[in-house]
C-alpha cells in the first residue's frame, strides 16, 4: 500500500476494447483503421430514421470469450439500451449499450497475485471521431458503430502500478483470445480512470472523480498519481472532493474538471427497441468456452514449473506467438533456460515489429540449445548459430560438422595455442607477470581469438591463467 498523507488510493476501472470483427456491431461496413475519413459508413451507422440494425454474432462471440476468459457468469439474457446524449459524434444522439442486463459479470482477474473484481463487461458501440485543426473541427464517421467491450473492474486498485498491470493483463488475455489488437495509440484500447481517497484503514468508499479516455500506459498512472495527491491535499485543506469528469492534460500531467459527473438519470436509458433481447443456451456457452486458448496467467505458470527466471516468463507471454512458439521448442529440449535465451536475445532482436513471426522452424532452435546443452558448442558460438539459422537458414547440426564449431575441450589442444599465442605477445605477458592484471582478460580474448572462439570458455581461462603463473 502506498501512503500520502495518512490517506490511500482507491481505483476502479473502465476499459474500452474495439472487438477486432470485420464488420461493424449493427451493420456490415468494415472497420479497418486508417481507411480515409467517412467511406465505412452507411444509413444505419450514421444512425438515419427509418433504419434498422442487426446485432453482429461475432461480437457478441467475441464479448463472450472475454468473459469467459476473466471469470464471469455469462448471462443467458441480456439486453441493449438506448444511452441518450448528445455530442457531435453521435449523429444518432444516444449509443446502443447494455444497461441493465450486461452480458457477463463478477469475474475477476489476478493482479500482482490479488484478485481484481471484475463487475461487468458489456457489449457496445464506438462513436465517431473528432479532430480539432484550427477554427475548425472535423468529424470522421467510420469509427461509429465499431464493435465495443466495456470492461468494468470493481473499485479493488489502490495502486497507480496495479491499474498499469490490470490494464496490461487485460491487454493480454484479450490478445491470447484474438478479439482486439488492444494498440492503445490508435485507440482500440482507451481506459476511464475513477479515482477517490480515504484515510487509511477506513472501509468505506471516499467520493470519486473520473478521468476519461486515457490511451497510454504512462498517462493512466501519472492521471492516478496526480488526482490522488490533489484530492489529498484538498481534503487535508478543508476541501471536499466534487463527483465530476475530469480530463488529463498530457503536457503538464495535470487533471481538470470537464463538467458534473452525469447520473444514470440522465441518459434516460431504455430498452432498444429495434434489437431483440439475447439469449443463449448454457450449449451455446460451453461451445464458446471450448474455443478459450490457454491463457497468460496459466502459461506464465507452466513457464515457472519449468525453472525460468520471472523476467524471461514475463517476456516470452507478453506476445501469444512467441509463447507458442517457445512452447513448440521446449519439446525435447535438454536445456530451456538456454532455449529462452536464445530466444529472447538474438531472436527478438531479428524479429520485427509487432506479433513474433518467426522464418526457423522451432526445431532449429531447439537444436542449438541441445548442442550447448551438450557441450558440444560454447556459448557464444550457440549465439551465432542461432542467429544464421534465422538470417542463413542454416541447420544448426549440420553446419558444426562441417564447419567444424565444435568446442574444443581437450586441454592439450587448448594449451599447444595458448602456448603459440604467449609466443606472439611477449610483451603484453610480461606486462601482465608485472602487475598488470587487467590485461589478462585481454590475453584470454586473443587465444579465445586464435581458436575461432571454439574453446570452452572456462577451461581456457583457467589454463591461460596456468601459464601466466609460469
Ligand atoms: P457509473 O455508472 O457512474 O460509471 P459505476 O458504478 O459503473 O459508476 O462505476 C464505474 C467505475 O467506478 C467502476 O470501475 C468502479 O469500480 C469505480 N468506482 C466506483 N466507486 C468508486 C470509488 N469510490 N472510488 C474509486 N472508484 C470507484
Ligand atoms: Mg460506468
Ligand atoms: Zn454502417
Known amino acids: 500500500m502506498s501512503l500520502y498523507r495518512g490517506f490511500e488510493t482507491v481505483i476502479g476501472l473502465e476499459i474500452h476494447a474495439e472487438l477486432a470483427c470485420e464488420s461493424k456491431v449493427f451493420c456490415t461496413c468494415r472497420t479497418a483503421f486508417g481507411a480515409a475519413p467517412n467511406t465505412q459508413i452507411c444509413p444505419i451507422c450514421l ?75 458489456h457489449l457496445e458501440e464506438d462513436a465517431g471521431k473528432l479532430s480539432h485543426g484550427k477554427g475548425v473541427t472535423l468529424i470522421d464517421y467510420n469509427r461509429c458503430g465499431v464493435p465495443l467491450i466495456e470492461i468494468v473492474t ?21 490478445r491470447y483470445l484474438g478479439i482486439s489488437d488492444c494498440r492503445m495509440q490508435e485507440g482500440s484500447l482507451r481506459c476511464d480512470v475513477n479515482v477517490s481517497v480515504r484515510p487509511a484503514g477506513s472501509d468505506s468508499l471516499g467520493v470519486r472523480t473520473e478521468i476519461k479516455n486515457l490511451n497510454s500506459f504512462q498517462f493512466i498512472e501519472k492521471a492516478i498519481a496526480f488526482e490522488s495527491r490533489r484530492q489529498i491535499d484538498l481534503i487535508c485543506d478543508g476541501g471536499t472532493v466534487r ?16 463538467r458534473d459527473k452525469e447520473s444514470a438519470a440522465d441518459y434516460r436509458f431504455f430498452p432498444e427497441p429495434d434489437i431483440p433481447p439475447l439469449r443463449l443456451t448454457g450449449a451455446d456457452i460451453s461451445a464458446l468456452a471450448a474455443r478459450l486458448p490457454e491463457l497468460p496467467a496459466a502459461l506464465r505458470a507452466r513457464f515457472a514449473a519449468l525453472g525460468l527466471p520471472e523476467a524471461d516468463i514475463r517476456q516470452l507471454t507478453e506476445d501469444r506467438a512467441l509463447a507458442d512458439y517457445f512452447d513448440a521448442a521446449a519439446e525435447g529440449c535438454e536445456n530451456v533456460k538456454t532455449l529462452a535465451n536464445l530466444l529472447l536475445s538474438e531472436f527478438l532482436r531479428l524479429a520485427e515489429g509487432e506479433g513474433f513471426a518467426c522464418p526457423v522452424p522451432p526445431e532449429r532452435l531447439r537444436a542449438v540449445a541441445n548442442l550447448a546443452a551438450a557441450g558440444s558448442i560454447n556459448a557464444s558460438t ?82 591461460v591463467e596456468e601459464e601466466l603463473q609460469k
Open 47 to 121: 444512425g438515419l430514421p427509418g433504419t434498422l440494425p442487426r446485432l453482429n454474432r461475432q461480437a457478441v462471440e467475441f464479448a463472450v470469450l472475454a468473459g469467459l476468459a476473466t471469470g464471469c457468469t455469462v448471462a443467458e439474457f441480456s439486453r441493449m439500451d438506448r444511452k441518450n446524449y448528445f455530442y457531435p459524434d453521435l449523429p444518432k444522439a444516444y449509443q446502443i449499450s447494455e444497461d441493465t442486463y450486461p452480458l457477463c459479470r463478477e469475474g475477476s482477474v489476478e493482479v500482482f497475485g490479488r484478485p481484481i473484481g471484475i463487475e461487468r463487461i
Open 243 to 258: 463527483r465530476e469528469t475530469r480530463r488529463f492534460d498530457e503536457v503538464t500531467g495535470s487533471t481538470h474538471s470537464l
Open 154 to 174: 470493481a473499485p479493488d486498485l489502490r495502486t497507480a502500478g496495479e491499474a498499469h498491470e490490470l490494464v496490461a493483463e487485460l491487454r493480454r488475455i484479450l
Open 382 to 463: 550457440a549465439k551465432r548459430l542461432a542467429a544464421r539459422t534465422w538470417l542463413e537458414g542454416i541447420d544448426p547440426e549440420e553446419t558444426v560438422s562441417r564447419e567444424g564449431l565444435a568446442q574444443i575441450t581437450q586441454p592439450e589442444a587448448l594449451l599447444c595455442g595458448i602456448r603459440e599465442v604467449f609466443g606472439e605477445n611477449q610483451a603484453l605477458i610480461s606486462q601482465i607477470r608485472s602487475g598488470k592484471t587487467a590485461a589478462a582478460k585481454a590475453l584470454v580474448g586473443k587465444c579465445m581469438a586464435h581458436f575461432s572462439g571454439r574453446a570452452e570458455p572456462r577451461l581456457l581461462t583457467r589454463l
